[in-house]
Structure formats: C-alpha cells, structure tokens
C-alpha cells in the first residue's frame, strides 16, 4: 500500500515513557477482525485510552490534549510481542509518522519501515533528553531528517545521529516498497526455485 | 562456499540468498509459507491491486485458526467479522490455488501445530507465517519466523522477503532436567535470565544435552518462545529425534527422495569452531518448574520463589510497577498458594499431544477444583484424535474436565474464549500481556504440569508435590 514519501519532518511529539510496549497493547487482537486496512487508528492503544464502557481513561497521553504531533516517543523495548502489522497500521492511521525510542522489537521495526513509518533508534540518554524537554514544554519540536540521519532538539540544538540502512532509506524517501523491487528481479528468483531441494 | 567453520544458521541462511542488495537486506527465499485468516486478507487485497498473482502457490498452506470457535464446530460461526475473515481465506486460497485447511476439515487446527504433524515443515527450510511464533518450526532446524503483512504481501508476490541478517547467539545447557521439569520451564526459565527483549537482534540455536534429549515436541515449545525473548527465532540442528519424527509424514519425501534430503539434512549442524556474536550457557540443574508473574514473559521465577522486589528485576522500576499492579500483586509475595480462576492448556506452544499426556499425568485419580474453569484446548483435530486413541479423554473426564475443539483459542482470545477483567489464569500458552486473554484478565504463564496441578487444587502448586505422590 502506498504511503507519504518521508523527508524531513518538523513536530511536536507525544511521550510514552513506558517500557515493553507490546503490540497487544497497540491494538488489542479483538480489533483484528478487519479484512481491510481502514479504521485501525480508532482503537490505537485501546485499553489503555478507554474504559471499558468506552469513557476516555483522563489519564492517558493519547486523551490528554496538552500533547500532540506526528512523532511517539516510547520506553526501551517498543513493539514487542505480535508480529501484527495492524499495530504499525494504527499508529500510522493515527496520524503518527516517526516514533522514536532507545530499543525497538525486530518485527515491529519491519513492519514500520513497511509502512512509511520511521522508526528511530536512540541513545538511552537522549530518549531521556526528549523526555524531559517534552515534559518542561509540551509544545518542544523535535527534527527528524531522514536524508542527514539525525534527530535534534529544536530549542536547544541536541542532535543524534540514527541509523537506517541505506536501500530502506532510499525507499521511505521515495514512497517505494519491496514488491516493485522483487518484481523487477522476478527471473533471478524463478532460476533459484528451480534449484530448491524443496 | 568458504571452508570457514559455519554455523546451522549460516549454512541454511546461505543456502536461500537469492540476492544481498549492498547496505540493504538479503533477499531471501522461502520453502514454505503458512498463512491464516487475521493477517492474510490485506496481503490479498495488495497483490489484486497490483494487478499480480501468487507465484508459487503450492509453497503456501492455509488454515484458520486465530479466529476459530473452540465449540460447536459444525455450526455457523457466530460473530459475523470472524466469519467474513474465514470466508475470506477459504475464497483466497480457492481463487489463487492454495491448499487449505479450512474450519472443520479433519487436517484443521493451529498452523504452528499442523505444519510439523503433516510433513510440511521439513529440516533446513525457510519458513515463515504472519505470526511471531513461526518460531515454532525452528525444532527442525529450519530458519523460521514471524512476518507482517507487507511481508505476506512481498511472499504471495515473490516467494522472497527481504531481510537483514541477524546477529547469532548460541544457549548451551547441558545436565539433566529435574522431575517435574517440562521444556516449557526450560523457555520460561531462559527468558527470565535474558528478559524479553534481551535476544532481540539475534537468531538463537539451542545446543547442548537438554536439547539433544528433548523430544520434537518439546523442541517445538522451546523454539515457539524465542519470540518471547525478543529473538526472530530459534533453532536447533536436526539429528536422528528429527528425522524419525519427520519420516512417514504425509508431505514428508518417500523413496529416494527422501534418501537424498536426509543427506543433505545430515550436514546441518554448527562446525566446531564456528563463532557466534554472543553465547550463553546454563545448567539444567538451576531450572526448576517456573511460573511468570508480571506483564512480560521475562517476569518469571521458579514456582518456590517469592516475587521479586523492583530492585531485583532488569525492567525499569515505573513498568515493574505498573505490571504489578495490573496483576494485583505484591512485591516479596509468595506464589505458591494463590488463588486461581482459569487454567488454560492448549496454543502453538502447549497444545500437542505429549502437553496433554503431561496434563493427564498429573490430574489422572484426582478432582477438578470447584473454583477452577478449565478450557483444554487442542492444537490441532489429529492431536484430538491421538487424545482419544490414548485414552487420555477418559482420563480428562473421569477427573471432572472437558475438551474443546482445535484453535488458538484463549492464547489471544479473538474468539468467545476470554478470560473476565480481574481473573487469574494459569495458561500454557506464550504471552501475560495485559489484556491479551480478554480485556483486564490476569495471565500466569506456566508449563502443563504446573497448569494440571492448579486446575486440581485451585491453587499456584508446585506440580512436584502430586508427581511425587503419583
């Protein structure tokens, strides 16, 4: 599925400081139901955004409008669990493009770059930075460029390099995905199954 | 091929590197491909709106599980959006020419249950599923793992995924297990001292006595947990345990052919010599029944042990606290002797049929306790039938409990199985995320002897005390 090329992206940022943020808790598997990729955005972090008689939970940064922006800021261990893209699905249906933490699961990594959401990876420090420049002033931006690899504080210059490589890179920036490039090597892959033991 | 010593991982790895794009991912073939009814339909809708087809159908199998009713079977599904998912794998699979094992086929259950028992998964393979605990396949030696949707998409398009190598990690434990030590105390037990997230980045192989003397299905449980610890996957060289489980199977090679694969499957161990980015060992003697008491499955302790204070565990204090408090528990508070609702045997990870010979085992002369639901769940219609040729459903019955029908049930609870906000659960199953039995249910995640030894006495047991007596 298409997504929004990724550049530069200039935003306001919503913390999660939280550990071990597992894909359950992204989206709940009862919300998995869908047969299309539409609507998932409504039931981001479910249980933890609304009560059980579907009242807002007052507490929750998502309820909270004091926070806003396209980039989540979440603990160590981010996307843990599942292998559900509908998790990376609802963050980015959402309205999030970019989610930033020291440690993020394999997967869920996978699946972002997927689909047009980047996720950056940063020092343990820095995470804690953000934090903390976020909870003096919810309305701090933060700079994620894609082309120069670094994510920077804007009100006061703190800058990180992330890594990516570079053929994912290539892809978010240009709004490419996986399938054109296989497409193009199809016969490299037909020559190769013919060998298959299997 | 270079004469350096390689690793199993390397050499399957290797083997299906179809192309390595320069500062990018390998391009990597893929033997088989399971796929389901959660998250398959959006992969079918991309390839039809780009206008191609499946590749290689006969490289994918299909079955419903995540969806299932685990009672009456033969009728309507009920839920209206489970039944459109349903239908919509079976129109899929129809349309595009794979096999399918549909609800109520006798060949139907967990997919992590029926592609080991049918020969489909075979040593060395590349295998992968939208589901993180393809893992499972990896008891064969295979490199299997946990893929998004985009990535069912890129398969069904390509029978290619596009993949980093990952970094290679080896656990060693050699010794004996202890009575009442079951391979899923072994998974908990490993995880516990790595944490959830502590092997993300890598591939594991298992190695080391405890593993060559474990059984397949045993082996299957082991590998199904490495997701748990943040692994792609885990595996452990196939060796004559694998090949007398594989041989006779019904997609399994016959004749020649399978003279041929078991050559080559027989090459398929780590050289001495080879080297790993990290290694861990442990000793058997250490691991003891163990029993998880927080929101992630790298919050665990041998069931004898009190729950840990916030200084003693790797989580950082505030997500040790709120895990806590999710499940409504102390720290410093013992866990033997705590009061259960639910137990819970069946999933990918506990629902074959030596889980259920371990179930019985324990519970066979005794007594449901009257406070105990107890939903036995197997994986899959042939580990039911083998239930019932074993004699193990009268053993179940006499002792007050019931079986259900195959599927992934309670493990994730998108069917009618959910445990209430509030109750405890003792589960065989893979995951104590809040939530993931049913919304505010409280999961223990445990082994089948410590899940029987609670359904009898209603209680946290130490399934030790009623072997013994046995």
Known sequence: ????????????????????????????????????????????????????????????????????????????NFGSGSSREHAAWAIYDYGFRCVVSSFFADIFKGNSLNVGILPVTVSEGFLDKIFKAIEADPKTELEVNLP??????????????????????????????DIDYLQAMKSNITAFAEKSLY | MSNKPASLFDKVWDAHVVRSIPDGPDVLFIDRHFIHEVTSPVAFLGIENRGISVLYPQRTFATADHNTPTINQDQPVKDPLSAKQLAALSSNAQKYGISIWALGSPKNGIVHVVGPENGITLPGMTIVCGDSHTSTHGAFGCIAFGIGTSEVEMVLASQCIMQPKPKKMRITINGKLGKGVLPKDVALYMISQITASGATGYFCEYAGEVFENMSMEGRMT?????????????????????????????????????????????????????????????????????????????????????????????????????????????????????????????????????????????????????????????????????????????????????????????????NDDKIPAGKYAVSTSNRNFEGRQGPGARTLLASPYVAAAVAVTGVVTDPRELLNEA
């Open chain 1, 1 to 76: 599925m298409a997504y929004d090329k990724f550049t530069v992206l200039k935003s306001t940022a919503v913390p999660m400081p939280i550990e071990n943020v597992d894909t359950d808790q992204i989206i709940p598997a009862r919300f998995l139901k869908a047969t299309e990729r539409k609507g998932f955005g409504d039931n981001l972090f479910r249980d933890w955004r609304y009560n059980s008689d579907d009242t807002p939970k007052k507490d929750f940064v998502l309820n909270n409008p004091i926070y806003s922006g396209k980039i989540l800021v979440g603990g160590k």
């Open chain 1, 148 to 177: 120069e690899q670094t994510i920077t504080l804007l009100a006061t210059g703190e800058s990180e390099k992330f890594d990516i490589n570079g053929y994912k890179k290539h892809n978010l920036m240009n709004g490419y995905d």
């Open chain 2, 222 to 414: 082991v590998c199904n947990m490495s997701i748990e610890m943040g692994a792609r996957g885990g595996m452990i060289a196939p060796d004559e345990t694998t090949f007398n489980y594989v041989k006779g199977r019904d997609k399994a090679p016959k004749g020649e052919a399978w003279d041929k694969a078991l050559a080559y499957w027989k090459t398929l161990k780590t050289d001495d010599g080879a080297v790993f980015d990290k290694e861990l060992v442990f000793n058997a003697s250490n691991i003891e029944p163990q029993i998880t008491y927080g929101t992630n499955p790298g919050l665990g302790t041998g069931i004898t042990h009190s729950i840990p204070k916030a200084s003693e565990v790797k989580d950082g204090e505030a997500s040790y606290k709120k895990s806590l408090a999710y499940m409504d528990f102390q720290e410093g508070q013992p866990l033997l002797g705590k009061k259960i609702d639910y137990v819970f045997l069946g999933s990918c990870t506990n629902g074959r049929i030596e889980d259920f010979r371990a179930f019985a085992k324990v519970v066979k002369g005794r007594k449901k306790a009257d406070n105990i639901t107890a939903w036995l769940v197997p994986g899959s219609h042939i580990v039911e039938e083998q239930i019932k040729k074993e004699g193990i459903l009268d053993i179940l019955n006499e002792a007050g409990f019931e079986l259900r029908q195959p599927g992934c049930s309670a493990c994730l609870a998108m």
